[in-house]
């Protein structure tokens, strides 16, 4: 049995109950960053910040916990902005820490792309020296409930440990891969070949010259492709997806963002894409690529999407959102050279279209697939998802978050982007009420904030956060028990 000393309000209502004693769920970079900005920025009466997190390392999450040194950022290091208060961390340190000594690969005239195993080391440097010195606790379990007992938040592990909080943030990142609904109907032995692009296995035992299906044609395909040709594979590869659109490259000689979206408000899909256009043509005449653009865009995306009435951010999402994402989320020089040899090699074909069945033969797969000019049937070995996560229905992703919903805490957004909150990140209630001290942080905050995926904005929002819980009133000390249960 484990004691510490905590908090309790100083004659304070309930409503203003302070945070002395912070869990939050999820280590991944959002959850990682803001515990350090609380370890470093405050409440002064701060006693514990609680992190869960099954991996062995907080800040890596599923993006940067990787070995594969092919797996680059799509964004030069001097943009990731991953620090609040010190926005060339990360390259600062890629220099003093003789990273790009050993990764010249790194450094293209469209800037520096980093390897993400890297950006995971950087995080991980960041939040050792809190971790040593005990202000920060890891938890590496995954977290089995949540309840609420006599207004403090109860979190319980999947190995038994219960942690009482004042307050909990929800950092949970990405749900699993979407899947196509005829994949669910297959076979056991079609089914052992269809496998997410981010499992661990996902590349074992490939045999170089197989073909392989490749569903879906962002940047988790793209890595996916750089991943085959780094292992030899010099089979055919056809990535597949509705649209066929691919991510577009970066633009060099570091133009910086150009154009102004906010003093208009548009209040329509059509007036801000008509609006785009005309930046877009403003800045080609004066010789500024049309990168600078939706980099501005970018910056200001969070405002415009919450000017944005629910009708227009469900038609955007709808009729643009596919085309946004393919200028916003660019590929890295990297990325986008092995895409070009693929393609001159005529190794690689992109298809538009969507998968109608799948039957397993002796050796490999039959996908019989349907574009706009017909029907098609391919042959490969493995299939291999990259459909980006699905966000709908967020609350059934995990077990604990549909309890919370079902006990009214929380709920999904409507237009299956996340969790709903407000734009402090405070969550939802069923009953329409925003909860003071439950948060949500990071990408499953996106039905407040449209734009919450890059780390750029993913540091502002956990920086506001923690901002307003500093704000907080003062607390007294009390003694809490922490258990372990079973």
């Known amino acids: 049995m484990l004691k510490i000393r905590v908090s309790s309000v100083r004659s304070c209502p309930t409503a203003h109950r302070s945070s002395s004693r912070i869990a939050i769920i999820g280590g991944g970079y959002t959850g990682a960053l803001i515990a350090k900005l609380l370890v470093e920025r405050g409440p002064r009466d701060l006693e514990e910040v609680t992190v869960f997190?099954?991996?062995?390392?907080?800040?890596?999450?599923?993006?940067?916990?990787?070995?594969?040194?092919?797996?680059?950022?799509n964004v030069a290091a001097h943009r990731?902005?991953?620090?609040?208060?010190?926005?060339?961390?990360?390259?600062?340190?890629?220099?003093?820490?003789?990273?790009?000594?050993?990764?010249?690969?790194?450094?293209?005239?469209?800037?520096?792309?980093?390897?993400?195993?890297?950006?995971?080391?950087?995080?991980?440097?960041?939040?050792?020296?809190?971790?040593?010195?005990?202000?920060?606790?890891?938890?590496?379990?995954?977290?089995?409930?949540?309840?609420?007992?006599?207004?403090?938040?109860?979190?319980?592990?999947?190995?038994?440990?219960?942690?009482?909080?004042?307050v909990l943030i929800l950092a949970t990142g990405h749900p699993a891969v979407s899947r196509p609904p005829v994949l669910d109907t297959l076979d056991r032995r079609a089914a052992g070949g269809v496998i997410d692009a981010f499992a661990p296995n996902a590349f074992e035992n490939i045999d170089p010259a197989a073909p392989i299906l490749i569903v879906g044609s962002g940047l988790t395909a793209l890595d996916a492709v750089v991943r085959l040709e780094a292992l030899g594979h010099f089979g055919q590869v056809t990535l597949l997806s509705r649209s066929g659109l691919l991510p577009r490259p970066h633009a060099g000689a570091g133009f910086a963002p150009f154009g102004e979206f906010l003093d208009e408000k548009p209040t329509s899909t059509r007036q801000l894409l008509t609006r785009v256009r005309a930046t877009i043509s403003q800045a080609q005449a004066q010789g500024i690529p049309w990168q600078s653009v939706?980099?501005?865009?970018?910056?200001q995306s969070q405002s415009l999407w919450q000017n944005l009435p629910s009708a227009e951010r469900q038609k955007f999402l709808r009729r643009l959102r596919r085309?946004?994402?393919?200028?916003?989320?660019?590929?890295?020089?990297?990325?986008?050279?092995?895409?070009?040899?693929?393609?001159?090699?005529?190794?690689?074909?992109?298809?538009?279209?969507?998968?109608?069945?799948?039957?397993?033969?002796?050796h490999d797969l039959a996908t019989t697939i349907r574009t706009r000019s017909g029907m098609t049937e391919r042959h490969c070995n493995r299939i291999l998802l990259a459909t980006g996560r699905d966000f709908r229905d967020y609350c059934s992703h995990q077990r604990f978050l549909l309890a919370m919903h079902r006990d009214g805490f929380i709920q999904s957004d409507p237009l299956g982007l996340g969790l709903v909150c407000d734009d402090a990140g405070r969550a939802i209630a069923t009953d329409g009420t925003p909860n003071t001290s439950l948060f949500v942080a990071g990408p499953p905050a996106r039905p407040a904030f449209g734009e919450l995926t890059g780390v750029p904005e993913i540091a502002a929002q956990a920086a506001d956060l923690v901002d307003n819980l500093i704000r907080s009133p003062a607390r007294e000390t009390r003694t809490i028990v922490i258990r372990r249960l079973g």
């Open 323 to 362: 085309w946004y994402d393919v200028h916003r989320y660019r590929m890295p020089p990297q990325v986008s050279a092995a895409l070009e040899r693929g393609l001159a090699s005529r190794r690689m074909d992109i298809l538009a279209g969507h998968i109608c069945s799948v039957r397993g033969d002796r």
């Open 80 to 166: 990731m902005r991953a620090i609040p208060g010190a926005p060339a961390a990360f390259l600062d340190w890629l220099q003093t820490s003789g990273t790009l000594t050993v990764d010249p690969q790194a450094v293209t005239p469209e800037g520096v792309f980093a390897r993400r195993r890297d950006f995971g080391r950087f995080m991980e440097t960041q939040l050792s020296p809190l971790l040593e010195r005990g202000a920060i606790r890891h938890v590496r379990e995954n977290v089995r409930s949540v309840s609420r007992m006599e207004e403090q938040w109860r979190v319980t592990s999947a190995g038994g440990m219960s942690v009482a909080a004042d």
């Open 294 to 299: 939706f980099d501005a865009l970018r910056q």
């Open 53 to 73: 997190e099954p991996r062995d390392r907080l800040g890596a999450g599923l993006a940067y916990d990787v070995e594969d040194a092919d797996l680059r950022l």
